[in-house]
């Protein structure tokens, strides 16, 4: 929507900018398509679809730092849960476009850890911007505990510079 005497696109232009300055922060991405069952009736991603698709971009990325994954490992070793996410939109994808998710975590503090996350297309337009924080519980009482020193020591390998140990 224009503002003032801006162009329509103007905004979405420059946080493109911005997107592709700070991609380098991003070790992580995946790459893949979009479904039918993914698009409604106007033939785009429906809004709520893209929050499956920023889950499963962030279990590939604890796959991805080391992290095992099985059936267990969020139920009883890795109580990760959503405190909050938030989500812009810039552009709408539709079935068949190609698209990359890319997954970040820029801080973790005593019981929780921020995800920064960008979907585009392969022809770098810019979908998504999110992040989230998500909170680690203890498995049997249901409330914040301490992330483990193990699982900073897997994101701060990975992420080196780009991660902040906030406590």
């Not at 946080?15 to 893949?32: A, C, F, G, N, W």
């Amino acid at each position: 929507m224009a503002h003032g005497n801006r162009h329509p696109g103007a905004s979405t232009r420059a946080m493109q900018d911005v997107v592709e300055q700070e991609l380098s922060k991003y070790k992580h991405y995946i790459r893949t398509r979009v479904r039918s069952y993914d698009v409604d009736r106007q033939n785009i991603v429906h809004n709520a679809v893209y929050f499956y698709w920023l889950e499963a971009a962030r279990i590939e990325y604890f796959r991805a730092i080391g992290l095992p994954i099985d059936r267990e490992t969020f139920l009883t070793k890795h109580r990760f849960v959503v405190a909050h996410q938030e989500i812009d939109y810039f552009y709408a994808a539709q079935f068949d476009d190609e698209y990359e998710i890319y997954t970040r975590i820029p801080y973790i503090k005593n019981t929780s850890f921020g995800f920064e996350q960008i979907i585009r297309l392969t022809d770098g337009r810019l979908l998504v911007k999110a992040s989230a924080i998500m909170v680690h519980l203890n498995p049997a009482r249901h409330n914040p505990e301490r992330i483990q020193d193990s699982y900073r020591k897997l994101v701060s390998e990975y992420e080196g510079n780009n991660v902040e140990l906030l406590s």
